[in-house]
Nanobody, 115 residues
Framework: QVQLVESGGGLVQPGGSLRLSCAAS????????MGWYRQAPGKQRELVAR???????NYADSVKGRFTISRDNAQNTAYLQMNRLRPEDTAVYYC?????????WGQGTQVTVSS
């Protein structure tokens, strides 16, 4: 199993930046893909970004050029750098890990973009 703990959420003004962290209970060398999803009130959960073990990345169209996903295998941590934030980025952000063909989820961290 893998336990995931997100941190770094909060309130930020439009145009601002945040960096989310996802600490895993297991070495990331043993984990295939890491991802970030988000869910806004009244909306379905959606994929934001994903990074594989060989650091291939993919992003939702709505965040391309603004968000960057990365992973530090030595620190057992994945990150989501979010720049030029917009009010529509407001959501609970969840970290996921693909470990031995099972998906594991963190508890989520709230990101609110508002003036």
């Amino acid at each position: 199993q893998v336990q995931l703990v997100e941190s770094g959420g909060g309130l930020v003004q439009p145009g601002g930046s945040l960096r989310l962290s996802c600490a895993a209970s297991r070495s990331l060398f043993s984990i295939n893909a890491m991802g970030w999803y988000r869910q806004a009130p009244g909306k379905q959960r959606e994929l934001v970004a994903r990074i594989t073990g060989i650091r291939t990345t993919n992003y939702a169209d709505s965040v391309k050029g603004r968000f960057t996903i990365s992973r530090d295998n030595a620190q057992n941590t994945a990150y989501l750098q979010m720049n030029r934030l917009r009010p529509e980025d407001t959501a609970v952000y969840y970290c996921t890990a693909d470990y031995r063909l099972n998906d594991y989820w963190g508890q989520g961290t709230q990101v609110t973009v508002s003036s």
